[in-house]
């Protein structure tokens, strides 16, 4: 199955637009766990297990693994998906932006050494920065948009002057995504939830493809406009929530709140479908 395939899937199966990102930090661990990096795999397996009835998605982000020399417990953790969520996909959070050689290594890691089913990249560097992912046939790759955070204004709200109508660059972006970079049809885009307004000027001009929307939960994104914004028949949308669910408890129940707070998230954005 192509990630695509297994997006649909999951989100049918789960009646869920619910992405669970895994950023592990320790010193958000509950007790019993709190502080030990060597513990990693136990939490994120934890909440991986209590929540994969209820999500179309898993996000690990590699850095919180990379941080504590833990990226065998990240191989542990995808090989554990694979066996007790075989029908979840995962979106490997790596927003790789490098070209030629590099970008082929990059590219090895997330699909063969991680055997991520998508990766995020940044565009920064054009399309010969994504072409290599592309040749893993059937594998996602979203390109950062318009992203949650407030420097994202920097660039991404800055027009293009040499671009016939001076469209703002995160709409550049989403343009050449939906367009001549989307060769095999693997492209989809990172918009922030807290940008309501920006992601349905995305989806405007991306109608069809996958939305990966960061931001609902601890970053204040709200769930209901999420989905009005975003979500159409042809054009899915995986909505992440990552601290809002990881650590709904500091005690022993952790996995438990996990699930209730991913069963309310997912009931939220269920409820703004109409």
């Known amino acids: 199955m192509t990630f ?16 669970v990102g895994l950023d592990p930090e320790p010193t958000r661990f509950p007790e019993g766990l709190r502080g030990d990096a ?15 009835d209820l999500v179309c998605a898993f996000k690990p982000q590699i850095a919180y693994f990379a941080a504590h020399r833990a990226e065998d417990q990240l191989e542990r953790l995808m090989q554990h998906m694979r066996c007790n969520a075989p029908h979840v996909p995962v979106i490997l959070d790596a927003k790789r932006g490098d070209i030629g050689s590099t970008a082929e290594q990059y590219a ?16 920064f560097m054009g399309f010969d920065s994504i072409a290599p992912y592309l040749e893993y046939h059937g594998k996602g790759a979203f390109l950062l948009c318009r992203t949650s955070n407030p420097g994202g204004d920097d660039l991404q709200a800055q027009r293009l002057a040499s671009v016939e109508g001076q469209p703002l660059l995160y709409e550049h972006v989403a343009s050449l995504a939906q367009g001549p970079w989307n060769k095999n049809g693997q492209l989809g885009l990172v918009v922030g939830a807290t940008y309501p307004a920006e992601i349905e000027r995305v989806r405007a001009l991306a109608p069809t493809l996958p939305l990966l929307i960061p931001g609902v939960g601890a ?39 996990a699930r209730s707070a991913a069963q309310a998230t997912r009931a939220a954005l269920n409820a703004a479908r109409g």
């Open 4 to 19: 695509l395939d297994m997006l649909r899937d999951a989100t049918t199966r789960n009646d869920s637009l619910l992405c």
């Open 38 to 52: 060597h513990r990693i795999y136990d939490f994120c397996a934890a909440i991986v297990d209590a929540t994969c």
């Open 108 to 123: 090895r890691e997330a699909f063969e050494r991680y055997g991520a089913d998508a990766v995020t990249l940044s565009p």
């Open 219 to 257: 970053q204040g994104g709200d769930a209901a406009a999420t989905v009005r914004a975003g979500l159409r028949e042809d054009g899915p949308i995986i909505v992440n929530s990552s601290r809002a669910v990881l650590y709904a408890s500091g005690e022993p129940d952790f996995a438990a709140a």
